[in-house]
C-alpha cells in the first residue's frame, strides 16, 4: 500500500465524516482546527477501521519464508 493511496483513504474519511475539506496543513487556526461532534469521530473511526480489514483480507498473505526472513 503506498502513501498516496493511505492519504486519499484518509482525506476522504475526513471530508465525509468529519465535514474537514483537506487534510493538508495551512497554517490558520481557523481552518487547522475544527469542532467535531463526538458520533462523527465514531463514524469516521469505524470508516477507518472498516477500511484497513477491507485492505487487509485483499492483501496477499505472507508465507512462512517470507516471515521467517525477517
Known amino acids: 500500500m503506498n502513501t498516496t493511496t493511505l492519504d486519499q ?10 465535514l474537514i475539506e483537506t487534510l493538508e496543513t ?3 487556526d481557523s481552518l487547522d ?6 458520533w462523527n469521530v465514531r463514524q469516521a473511526l469505524e470508516a477507518a477501521f472498516k ?3 477491507e485492505l487487509g483480507a485483499s492483501m496477499p498473505k ?3 519464508a517470507e516471515i521467517a526472513q525477517d
Do not use: M, P
Not at 484518509?10 to 471530508?15: H, K, N, R, T, V
Not at 482546527?33 to 463526538?38: L, P, R, S, T, Y
Open 51 to 53: 477500511a484497513g480489514a
Open 33 to 38: 482546527f475544527h469542532d467535531v461532534a463526538v
Open 62 to 64: 505472507a508465507t512462512e
Open 9 to 18: 483513504i484518509f482525506a476522504l474519511i475526513a471530508q465525509k465524516h468529519l
Open 26 to 28: 495551512r497554517n490558520s
